[in-house]
């Protein structure tokens, strides 16, 4: 779909719009990463470095879940973005479709709330992401029912120079095999999502003047991911 968007196949004004398409293009392909770089996107690409994020076992992944609405001011349900699963932590991603001033404190308490009404007796740890929208980079605690909870920021701009970065360091490592090169089409799909939607993906005049220095722990990220 993305190319048929690229090149005019289909209405580009009706996806660049919208919430839920950017979401979906964006996410869906994330997935389809090996566990060990989809939780290493995510950890550089959030703002707090201190949230312990576990991706390593994910059992489940939804989009858009119909959530019971008791105790919320909804009627039919409580529906998040993205509802992520793992072996250690259920996760919350709240998304926006802009980067700045979208995101709503209100709709986290419900989601929250409506999570404890489905999941409250797995004894699960919950991470609430708020992505795009954001007011500031700062991570924020909210109280729902008798929890404290809390939020955790990522912009999708953020989120696109962490990929952007990835595929540099992938580029440039010495064990740039057929494998890589598979990887390295997915976060390329993934940067044209971006651009699709408005986002500006040209680099820096930097990364190309500068000698390259290619950051340890991608490398070594990156030669894991083919040594199992």
Known sequence: MIYA??????????FKA???ALTSS???????LPKELLHHVFTKALFDKSLGLELYQIERIEFWPNWSP???TNKNHVQPDLFIRTAKQDIIIEAKRHDVNQQDKKQWVKEIQ??????????KSLVFIALGGLYNQATEKIIVGCGNHNVYMCSWKTLLNTIQDIIHDFELAPN???NNIAITKILKDIVLCFELFGFSTSLWLERFVRAPKIQQQSINIFSQLWIN
């Open 114 to 123: 409506a999570y404890n009404n489905v999941f409250k007796d797995d004894n």
């Open 70 to 72: 008791e105790n919320t």
């Open 26 to 32: 964006v996410f869906e392909r994330l997935m389809y």
């Open 18 to 20: 919208n919430e839920d």
């Open 176 to 178: 740039y095999t057929n």
């Open 5 to 14: 968007i690229k090149h005019n196949k289909v209405n580009r004004a009706i």
